[in-house]
């Protein structure tokens, strides 16, 4: 079989198997990676509000999926939509709109 066409996990150059545990290693920090990047181009405005919130939706249902990933990358995410919610605030209130508590 040549090399390119390996599936995940055979053996590698050094003639040795991945194990599942380095396998979930290595997802969990390209995850992590993921969610990271999501949370510096939200925090630098460098991707529109929409585009984070889609991004998160996508990647909350791949973590629904793999229970292993999710319960290591919770608190991650929870920080990445308390960080998108910050700055949902200001761009939902449309100019001329009174708040509550502008309303005389």
């Known amino acids: 079989m040549p090399e390119e066409d390996w599936p995940d996990g055979c053996e590698n150059e050094a003639g040795s ?3 599942v545990s380095q396998v979930n290693e290595i997802e969990m ?4 990676e993921k969610v990271q990047e999501m949370h510096l181009q939200a925090d630098a405005h460098e991707v529109p509000p929409k585009e984070i919130s889609d ?3 996508m990647l909350k249902e791949f973590l629904r999926n793999n229970e292993d990933l999710r319960n290591g990358l ?4 929870q920080k990445l939509e308390n960080l998108f919610l ?4 200001p ?3 449309e100019p001329g709109r009174q708040t509550p508590e502008r309303k005389a």
Not at 29 to 32: A, S
Not at 74 to 77: K, L, S, V, W
């Open 17 to 19: 198997y991945l194990s």
């Open 29 to 32: 920090e390209l995850m992590k």
């Open 55 to 57: 991004r998160l939706e």
């Open 74 to 77: 919770t608190e991650d995410i």
């Open 86 to 89: 910050l700055h949902q605030k």
């Open 91 to 93: 761009d939902s209130e």
